[in-house]
């Protein structure tokens, strides 16, 4: 071989090195699993349309690994376990970063994966019962300072976003409100309806028909600007700086997976999420696709852990 032929050669190998012929070869060569919450949920639902959407891109099929009860940790822990081949995947809420505060649990967040994506984000909404005497958060302040202890807020059990989101308000907002826990957010919004309890900060899509019915009045959405989902809602923020509670999903792969194999899942799973059909059907279901891996990905799980790790123990949550 002449010497143009070497510096040409050489110079298509660098040019292939960042390219999708640089990813593994023969990956996926068999069917991916998603380990996930238990079947029926909203984790379920999404992680199915990701799945569906996977399966096309990968030329494999993407299977549905539904792992119920923990809060989230027998899930979190049968995906850290699984060999670091990219076969098994973990796709969960971002309360699974923080489970290792609130419990005993057999996996560290950190030390356990890595993101392939954090690829939905999903608001809250303040709700209170339409008697209570507030039309905005700066008017909720005002009336659980005047009266310590003795407005309850309901949750979904210890430990749930609602439960954290809600913990939040209170430590930032310096508020003594207490908390009623329930199994579920069903039996939660009933009583809230009932005005058996004041007020939840609940997921969007769950509350929204019941506020549009006039059964719960809203004052404001958890997401640091203003949400496109529900437009026109002023956020807790503009309120009580500092206020942010919102849900972010996430594709996760055990810790050592080749970062070839991460790369190409990012990058097909960043193609499924950018779909407009896809995104269009996740709007609807009250979720917005982000795009959030590698570095970014890392400092954003660190810093919810810092951030929302001195409200779990100020506040003493355990979660079930």
């Given amino acids: 071989m002449d010497k143009r032929a070497v510096i040409i050669l050489f110079a298509m190998t660098l040019l ?14 068999r069917s991916v699993r998603i380990v ?24 494999q099929q993407v299977i549905i690994d539904n792992r119920g009860g923990g809060g989230g940790s027998i899930a979190a822990e049968t995906a850290a376990k699984a060999p670091a081949d990219g076969y098994t995947l973990f796709f969960y809420s971002s309360t699974a970063w923080l489970l290792p505060i609130m419990r005993t649990v057999a996996y560290d967040p950190i030390r356990d994966f890595t993101t392939v994506i954090l690829g939905l984000s999903a608001p809250n909404l303040v709700v209170v019962h ?12 005002a009336l659980a ?13 210890p430990g749930s976003s609602s439960n954290l989101a809600a913990e939040l308000f209170k430590y930032l907002a310096k508020v003594d409100i207490v908390h009623v826990p329930y199994k579920g957010g069903g039996p939660a ?12 900060i609940q997921s969007a899509p769950g509350v929204m028909p019941y506020v549009q019915s006039g059964r719960l009045r809203a004052l404001a959405v958890t997401t640091a600007e203003p949400s496109k989902l529900i437009p026109g809602m002023p956020t807790v923020m503009e309120s009580l700086p500092g206020y942010e509670a919102t849900l972010i999903i ?3 792969a055990p810790a050592k997976t080749p970062p070839s194999v ?5 990058s097909k799973a960043a193609q499924v999420l950018n779909q407009p059909e896809i995104r269009e059907q996740f709007f609807k279901s009250g979720q917005e696709t982000i795009d959030i891996t590698g570095a970014d990905a890392l400092n954003t799980i660190k810093a919810e ?4 790790g001195k409200v779990i123990r100020a506040a003493n949550i355990r979660a079930e």
């Fill in 16 to 29: 292939g090195a960042g390219s999708p012929g640089a990813w593994p070869q023969g990956f996926p060569s």
């Fill in 36 to 59: 996930t919450a238990e079947a029926g949920g909203a984790l379920d639902f999404s992680g199915r349309v990701v799945a569906a959407g996977l399966t096309t891109a990968l030329g």
């Fill in 130 to 141: 339409p008697t209570l005497p507030v039309t905005s958060i700066n008017e909720l302040i």
């Fill in 145 to 157: 300072r005047s009266k310590p202890g003795q407005l309850n807020y309901a949750s979904s059990g």
């Fill in 189 to 200: 919004m009933n009583d809230l309806m009932a005005n058996h309890v004041q007020l939840m």
């Fill in 250 to 252: 996430g594709l996760y």
């Fill in 262 to 266: 991460v790369e190409l899942l990012h």
């Fill in 305 to 308: 852990i810092e951030r929302m």
